[in-house]
């Protein structure tokens, strides 16, 4: 597609479900990030990928949370046993790597309740 | 570790007056790029501008302009005449440099400036 997709656009869940989100890069970017943007804050480093591999997944913030991009293509960023402090804007970005510019999705927006 | 600071949590103008989003960081690395990225209320990140480390030189876009300051760690930018259209939240980022065996080449972002401007 002509740019990064992210479904849904907005998620309610019930404090501690499982959700997963979606992301579609843009065609040929080999690089992939999730982000996560609390209110009133910049977007935080949660995983990094090159092709299928995870090449950094540090930000990750405990084991409730994974990601996979088993083709290489489309990501699926999931979280187990959902807790309210996880209600954030969950953003994706892909890039040809080599530092080039990102280029974000329009996010999707998670509320646990 | 990278860190990106900024200062100005909100500013508010009247259309058509400058404006300087301020950015100043801090990173180890000795090469580097820098970003910065406008999120308007649709909440997805646009793409203005990245600048190289080993590249001192101001750069000039339209109504846009960036000062990058190595010696100080700043990256500045600044809107001149400024519209309604610019009203957004601007994030200024910062990562590694790209051909590294390893590390992270995600982006460090600083807290945001709102902008706001008046009609």
């Known amino acids: 597609g002509a740019g990064v997709s992210q479904t849904p656009s907005n998620k309610v869940t019930e404090k501690g479900k499982y959700v997963e989100l979606r992301c579609d890069p843009i065609?040929?970017?080999?690089?992939l990030y999730w982000y996560r943007q609390s209110l009133g804050q910049g977007p935080e480093f949660l995983i990094y990928?090159?092709?299928?591999?995870?090449?950094?997944d540090s930000g990750l913030p405990n084991d409730r949370f994974f990601a996979v991009r088993p083709e290489g293509s489309v990501s699926t960023l999931k979280i187990q046993r959902t807790e309210r402090g996880d209600s954030a804007v969950y953003l994706c970005?892909?890039?040809?790597?080599?530092?080039?510019?990102?280029?974000f999705g329009s996010g999707t927006r998670l509320t646990v309740v | 570790a990278q860190k990106v600071t900024q200062a100005q949590t909100e500013i508010s103008v009247v259309e058509k007056e400058d404006v300087t989003l301020d950015c100043v960081y801090e990173?180890?690395?000795?090469?580097?790029?820098l970003f910065w990225y406008k999120q308007p209320p649709s909440g997805e990140l646009v793409f203005l501008i990245r600048?190289?480390?080993?590249?001192?030189q101001n750069e000039i876009s339209g109504r846009y302009s960036w000062n990058f300051q190595k010696s100080t760690s700043s990256f500045n930018f600044t809107i001149t005449a400024s519209q309604v259209v610019d009203s957004a939240v601007y994030f200024c980022?910062?990562?590694?440099?790209?051909?590294?065996?390893?590390?992270?080449?995600?982006?460090?972002f600083g807290s945001g400036t709102r902008l706001q401007v008046q009609p």
């Open positions: 970005a892909s890039s040809l790597g080599q530092g080039q510019g990102y280029t």
């Open positions: 065609s040929g970017h080999t690089a």
């Open positions: 990928f090159q092709g299928t591999g995870a090449a950094d």
């Open positions: 990173t180890r690395d000795t090469t580097y790029y």
């Open positions: 600048r190289n480390s080993f590249d001192e």
């Open positions: 980022a910062l990562s590694a440099p790209a051909g590294m065996d390893t590390g992270r080449r995600a982006l460090t």
